[in-house]
């Protein structure tokens, strides 16, 4: 997508004085034409993320939030031009605007007759285009060779951008909405759907709808009323196939169950116009880099009440995406290759934590600790198996066929799902993929036999968007669309986001593809089990969930958490320098880069969470300099070339904020280097102010190489996608108002990391053959960059084993039990800070073993001088066990006579002498 990144140059445009464009009382702003200044907040435009030139979006200012509309505007000549008003297109920004969801006069794309330039187009004035008239910004017919034809000024590809009516004269917006607006959102305009078994219903009376009765019981009930027709329209829903539809007659209401969030709610516009402001935490390698599973239970806990909040308000009105009781997280895939587009979404590269992660996620959103028998929110655990590859080697993820040995299933891409399954989830989520040969969504042994049969699990199994559809389309696995609904439902996966189980296909497959009644009446009923034991089939007044209101969402408790989170997400690689923290009377410093101002990579690329707004870096930074009299914040801006070195050089340190979405759903990455304009843009740096100057600040949820700046540039911050409070939180570590404890997440891999191994290659283990350095820290051989867990304080830490250690030899059964062992921590700096503690086991006797592996983690918080016993199990979780070696088919077992060592440290050290034993008979 080409973006708005720049201030425009305008062809032939006149160089007259700035017009301010008439006002008849409508947003209460002006445009105008002004000189250019990079640091104006007037002058700093964005195309709303997601967009492509052509196609119709809205145009807004980066810092007011206020977009560019057409309506009711006109110049002294009698020309219709367009204030900066309240967002209405999508409204992520503004809250209530009042207008329609979709807002043509905020509806703007660039004709690409030209690259660049290129002419910016009204989608609601047809032919009508932009230009800058005598220095005033007016519609015209469009003309590619007339002054409408706009050029990027700054030349950097990064919003937000000065839009120029030449070299000079800039578009400006005076006046208008304040920054932020977060207006309450007015009274719901909704009739209550009735639900069954509420009081009044006909219903209330059957036995699905007594709560003395198990909830088998009930559903049983429920789908035994149902005739065969009514059956097959319940096992569809979500984005591919619009909101499942009601039963009437049993009081059971049409319902959507797609709703999704992982670092907050996503699609919380409710309404025509009405935007419910949820806060938004760091991407989830953030949360993951905080190790601090307390914080990210917290996170679960605020997103489960936030999300009933907003299903109070819908009054059972889930029509559109979002406000169901069932939301589709965590996201919990290893990521095994830096170059796979979901790595920022999926925790890490490590099965524990990833595990861990999901455990603590599912039992915090679900309600795990408030002691209520409802399920808060349903928790959906994804995307099951072996699912890591979006777009590499000729493969879509609708086409690929992941080919995984029985030992690196059971190693690599099961353990989170086992440890998931332990925390009850309600859900699971099949994968677009092939494992073996066979799409994972109609694997009879996968989902019945692994997850049902063997790990216990009783929720429903639901497919990702359209993957059902896969299995005939792309995969070619059965040859038609009933065919695959018949072995979708056989081979457990009981619900259909998409359209492939609707009630044509089931009748046909009931008819000639060996689909039964029975085999419905199967998955319906874990379908209705989920929606009883969230509560919809309980009389209100018996769930305290529905007491929940809008204003339990954004509150200032909520805040402060997002705040807290993203200063705990920041990683500090290097240090070499002393410059950070800041504290240096008169101190000057700048920052340039192309994510400094942008807010939109810390909604870790996608547009659709919902907070009331966010604090880009430039902001914090900025905010965070006004209260330090001693230092002053000489220019932030977001170019990518240094403009005025002489300028440049004049601050003390120099941030350079590089990085940005790379990577996402849909899209792999063929190289894991930093774009080339950055690069430039870091030499150009270096050059103007040396490199002891240089703060690099690298803003990313995948993994970036970074070799060429390792040991070059002394001060290097791995910042993360860092959500609505990125920018202060950033702020908060360099100023040193809290030190960084952030680890890394994934191995940071040289460059050359990507001509190793192919993407599309699922092995894990080093090959001589291939030429294979292995993948993450587990059985990568090479040398990383930097490491897995690694990360600096602002101080010191020692560290021992505390007590008296565990017996030198460890029998099976206490093994399988868990192994405690305390370490003494001590703060020997000036600061105090958190820090996570690690700890890794490696069985020594095996050459084909893991190189190590993350066992427990805990974080702990210390003051300057003091100290902390902090007591590691290696079974805090169910279904792990630390001390299993896997064979080639796949089975783990503790091995008699193993011998294994337990070390505190990083994913690639021990910070001191590890505590070795060997594995007896019982």
Request: glycine content about 10%.
């Amino acid at each position: 997508m080409a973006m708005l990144a720049m201030a425009l140059a305008v062809a032939g445009a006149a160089q007259n004085a700035a017009t301010t464009l008439l006002n008849d009382g409508v947003g209460g702003g002006s445009l105008t034409m002004a000189a250019c200044s990079a640091t104006d907040p007037n002058q700093q435009w964005k195309l709303r993320s997601g967009a492509s030139w052509g196609e119709p979006n809205d145009v807004y200012n980066a810092v007011k939030k206020t977009c560019l509309d057409v309506s009711d505007w006109k110049t002294a000549d009698g020309t219709p031009v367009g204030p900066w008003q309240c967002c209405c297109l999508h409204a992520p920004y503004c809250g209530h605007c009042g207008a329609p969801t979709r807002n043509y006069n905020q509806a703007f794309g660039l004709d690409n007759r030209t690259n660049p330039p290129r002419i910016i187009t009204s989608a609601q004035m047809g032919a009508k285009c932009l230009v800058v008239n005598n220095g005033a910004v007016v519609t015209k017919e469009c003309d590619a060779a007339a002054a409408g034809v706009w050029l990027s000024y700054q030349q950097s590809e990064t919003p937000p951008i000065r839009l120029s009516g030449n070299t000079s004269l800039c578009l400006s917006s005076v006046g208008g909405p304040p920054p932020h607006p977060s207006p309450s959102p007015p009274p719901p305009p909704y009739t209550p759907v009735q639900q069954a078994c509420a009081a009044g219903s006909n219903t209330t009376g059957l036995p699905f709808c007594n709560t003395s009765l198990p909830t088998a019981a009930r559903v049983a009930d429920l789908v035994a009323r149902m005739t065969l027709g009514e059956k097959v329209t319940q096992l569809i829903g979500g984005i591919g196939a619009g909101v499942t539809p009601g039963v009437p007659r049993l009081g059971l209401p049409p319902y959507q169950y797609h709703s999704e969030g992982l670092h907050g709610l996503r699609d919380c516009q409710v309404g025509v116009g009405i935007q419910l402001n949820s806060t938004m935490f760091p991407q989830v390698t953030a949360m993951a880099a905080t190790g601090n599973l307390s914080l990210i239970r917290a996170m679960a806990v605020n997103m489960g009440t936030e999300a009933r909040a907003v299903n109070n308000y819908l009054k059972g009105n889930t029509r559109g995406i979002g406000g169901g009781l069932d939301y589709w997280g965590p996201t919990m895939n290893v990521c095994r290759d830096p170059r796979w587009g979901r790595c920022q979404e999926s925790v890490s590269e490590d099965p524990f934590l990833n595990g861990a992660y999901a455990a603590t996620f599912v039992q915090g959103i679900q309600g795990a600790d408030d002691g209520v028998a409802t399920v808060k929110i349903a928790a959906t655990c994804k995307h099951f198996y072996g699912y890591s590859l979006e777009s590499s080697d000729g493969f879509s993820r609708h086409t690929f066929n992941a080919k995984i040995t029985p030992k690196d299933l059971s190693e690599t891409y099961l353990p989170a799902f086992a440890m998931c399954l332990a925390a009850k989830p309600e859900e699971i989520m099949c994968s677009y993929n092939e494992v073996n040969g066979v799409p994972t969504c109609l694997d009879h042994a996968a989902q019945n036999g692994y997850l049902r049969e063997t790990m216990g699990f009783d929720g429903l199994i639901v497919s990702d968007c359209d993957s059902i559809k896969d299995a005939y389309a792309t995969h070619h696995y059965v040859q038609s669309a009933s065919a695959a609904a018949a072995e979708g439902i056989k081979g457990g996966c009981d619900l259909d986001c998409g359209p492939t189980y609707k009630a044509k296909n089931l009748l046909e497959a009931i008819s000639s593809n060996g689909l039964n009644e029975t085999d419905i009446d199967v998955a319906l009923g874990r379908v209705m089990r989920m929606r009883m034991r969230v509560g919809m089939f309980d009389p209100p007044s018996s769930v305290p969930y529905t007491q929940i209101g809008i204003d339990a969402m954004d509150t200032p408790h909520a805040r402060a958490l997002a705040v807290s989170a993203a200063e705990q997400s920041v990683v500090l690689l290097d240090n070499a320098a002393g410059v950070l923290p800041l504290r240096s009377a008169g101190l000057k410093i700048a920052m340039i880069g192309p994510v400094s101002t942008d807010t939109e990579v810390l909604r870790g690329g996608v547009s659709d969470y919902c907070p009331a707004n966010i604090v880009s870096l430039c902001e914090g930074l900025s905010a965070r300099a006004a209260k330090a009299n001693s230092v002053e914040l000489l220019f932030c801006n977001s170019t990518t070339t240094v403009e005025n070195p002489a300028a440049l050089a004049e601050a003390d340190v120099v941030f350079v904020a590089v990085g940005g979405t790379l990577g996402h759903e849909a899209q792999d990455r063929v190289n894991i280097s930093l774009p080339s304009d950055q690069q430039g843009l870091i030499a150009e740096v270096v050059q103007a102010v040396g490199a002891s100057k240089v703060v690099l600040v690298v803003v990313n949820g995948n993994p970036v190489a970074l070799d060429g700046y390792a040991g070059v540039i002394p001060t290097i911050v791995e910042a993360m996608e860092g959500g609505q409070a990125g920018g202060t939180g950033l702020a908060s570590v360099l100023f040193g108002d809290v030190s960084p404890s952030g680890i890394l997440p994934f191995t940071i891999y040289p460059d050359s990391f990507v001509t190793k191994v192919s993407m599309s290659d699922m092995s894990m283990r080093a090959n001589s053959t291939t030429g294979s350095p292995g993948r993450t820290y587990r059985f990568y051989v090479d040398k990383p960059v930097y490491p897995f867990g690694f990360g600096l304080h602002y101080t010191n830490f020692t560290a021992e084993w505390s007590g008296s250690l565990p017996s030198t030899t460890q029998s099976t059964t206490a093994l399988r039990s868990g192994l405690n062992i305390t370490v003494a921590l001590k703060n020997v700096g000036n600061m105090g800070s958190g820090k996570v503690v690690q700890l890794y086991a490696r069985r020594g006797d095996d050459p084909s073993a893991p190189l190590r592996s993350l066992v427990a983690i805990d974080k702990v918080f210390v003051e300057a001088g003091g100290s902390v016993q902090v007591t590691l199990s290696t079974a805090a979780f169910d279904n792990t066990c630390a001390f299993c070696s896997v064979g080639s088919d796949g089975v783990a077992a503790v091995a008699i006579g193993s011998e294994w060592s337990v070390s505190v440290g990083d994913g690639a050290r021990d910070f001191f002498p590890a505590f070795n034993f060997t594995v007896s008979a019982n």
